[in-house]
């Protein structure tokens, strides 16, 4: 059974950082697509980031240049670095991953608040 469960999210002052963690259990997590969302109140869910098996990657033109995604394939995570945050960066994030049958999983989320 597929499970993602992420955590490092809490409250931050603008421009500070924040890493985010996605751990995956079940197989197959290093022939799967892993992306970060997130959904702010009143909003509809929004990509931030994915990263694919060969390890491209794509952002979102609002965190670009200040956020960083990766994985570790030997550890089934994925992570959202995140550098410079303003307060519209303020959301609930959520990692997703899509199997190499198109199945999609989503985690719980996190809350990111950031805020002086």
């Known amino acids: 059974q597929v499970q993602l469960v992420e955590s490092g999210g809490g409250l931050v002052q603008p421009g500070g950082s924040l890493r985010l963690s996605c751990a995956a259990s079940g197989s197959g997590f290093s022939v799967n697509t892993m992306g970060w969302y997130r959904q702010a109140p009143g909003q509809q869910r929004e990509l931030v980031a994915t990263i694919t098996v060969g390890n491209s990657t794509n952002y979102a033109d609002s965190v670009k240049g200040r956020f960083t995604i990766s994985r570790d394939n030997a550890k089934n995570t994925v992570y959202l670095q995140m550098n410079s945050l303003k307060p519209e960066d303020t959301a609930v994030y959520y990692c997703?991953?899509?199997?190499?049958?198109?199945?999609?999983?989503w985690g719980q989320g996190t809350q990111v608040t950031v805020s002086s």
């Open positions: 997703k991953r899509v199997s190499h049958l198109g199945l999609v999983y």
